[in-house]
């Protein structure tokens, strides 16, 4: 299966997705989109194929949203993309790729569902919280 995680290794859902897919036995191609940025192409099709729009996939905390006036809701889209291509911190993550589909894996068990094969368990987040039991089944 091919996987692909648009990652920042500095982001701890980020890096809880990321152990998920190596946990179910894929190596995906890891893209730290901060270095490499983004293309408008690019971010329209990841938007499209996620049914997410700027404004959903747009990061508010941790990043300069508020300070480059982008939480007011007149801001349009195309002047939010501008600014993700500006500041690639601004693109919510993770966002994988999988022949299953295409989500932004918020919560990192959001994850599970684009995967063919689940992790064994037991299987946490960095926090501590449970995601798959012993018997390899979803915690809710």
């Not at 994988?96 to 599970?112: D, I």
Request: proline share 9%.
């Amino acid at each position: 299966m091919s996987v692909v995680i648009h990652h920042n290794p500095a982001c701890g859902t980020s890096r809880n997705v990321l152990e998920i897919i190596r946990a179910s036995g894929a190596e995906p191609v890891v893209i730290d989109y901060l270095n490499t940025g983004w293309t408008r192409p690019q971010l329209l099709a990841l938007f499209a194929a996620a049914d997410l729009t700027p404004r959903t996939a747009l990061r508010t905390s941790k990043s300069p949203a508020k300070e480059l006036g982008l939480l007011d809701p007149a801001v349009s889209d195309d002047v939010l993309l501008d600014h993700m291509l500006e500041h690639p911190v601004l693109v919510n993550r993770p966002i994988v790729c999988t022949p299953k589909g295409v989500k932004l894996c918020r919560p990192s068990e959001a994850v599970l569902d684009l995967l063919d094969q689940l992790p064994k368990g037991p299987l946490y987040k960095e926090d501590g919280e449970m995601i798959l039991n012993e018997k390899g089944e979803r915690v809710d």
